[in-house]
T-cell receptor, first 120, second 114 residues
Framework: AQKVTQAQTEISVVEKEDVTLDCVYE???????LFWYKQPPSGELVFLIR??????QNEISGRYSWNFQKSTSSFNFTITASQVVDSAVYFC?????????????????FGKGTKLSVIP | DTGVSQDPRHKITKRGQNVTFRCDPI?????LYWYRQTLGQGPEFLTY????????KSRLLSNRFSAERPKGSFSTLEIQRTEQGDSAMYLC????????????FGPGTRLTVL
């Protein structure tokens, strides 16, 4: 069964510090997709990134960067120069693909989330 | 606003009552998903539709839960004979039908069962 572990329950940083949120996943499939979502205090989940299992290139988007390492089954998320607006709960999620049909249930399996507090 | 919308945003009900929630997906999205989120947890998948077909429903929490998407547009999630343990945020998401596209979430319906 697929599983996503976010070991950090809560993190507090001072504004402008860099912070890395860890995500470790388990899956039997060789083809899968990984996602990060942000849930601000308002409650609505916001999509941040999707990465497929064949693309191990790191990605940078502004102050956000993602490090995907298949060898350690990790997909970590770094925020550089954190800001108060980054305060939220961040979720890592996994979606599997059926090896034979190429399809999948498309359901997302989420971790428990990491609550990030950025202190001014 | 062309995002996913959900109605109502909040629902308070007494144990044993039936409740129904509605979700309107992004208009061009063929797939629609329902999740449940309890305090301190990530969303938990319940069911999903591709157009009007419900392709996965084994994760619905009990036979008191049912979902429909009759015309492949909006969807409803019904909980019969609510229990206090059903209190949670119910989230709807939608996506394009191609591959494993990102799912866009609505604001959720917060259910409180007294």
């Amino acid at each position: 069964a697929q599983k996503v572990t976010q070991a950090q329950t809560e993190i507090s940083v001072v504004e402008k510090e860099d912070v890395t949120l860890d995500c470790v996943y388990e899956t039997r499939d060789t083809t899968y997709y990984l996602f990060w979502y942000k849930q601000p205090p308002s409650g609505e989940l916001v999509f941040l990134i999707r990465r497929n299992s064949f693309d191990e290139q790191n990605e940078i988007s502004g102050r956000y960067s993602w490090n995907f390492q298949k060898s350690t089954s990790s997909f970590n998320f770094t925020i550089t120069a954190s800001q108060v607006v980054d305060s939220a709960v961040y979720f890592c999620a996994l979606s599997e693909v059926n090896e034979y049909s190429g399809a999948g249930s498309y359901q997302l399996t989420f971790g428990k989330g990491t609550k990030l507090s950025v202190i001014p | 606003d062309t995002g996913v919308s959900q109605d109502p945003r909040h629902k308070i009900t007494k144990r044993g009552q039936n409740v129904t929630f509605r979700c309107d997906p992004i208009s061009e999205h063929n797939r629609l998903y329902w999740y449940r989120q309890t305090l301190g947890q990530g969303p938990e998948f319940l069911t999903y539709f591709q157009n009007e077909a419900q392709l996965e429903k084994s994760r619905l929490l009990s036979n008191r839960f049912s979902a429909e998407r009759p015309k492949g547009s909006f969807s409803t999630l019904e909980i019969q004979r609510t229990e206090q343990g059903d209190s949670a945020m119910y989230l709807c998401a939608s996506s394009l039908m191609i591959g494993h596209n990102e799912q866009f979430f609505g604001p959720g319906t917060r259910l409180t069962v007294l």
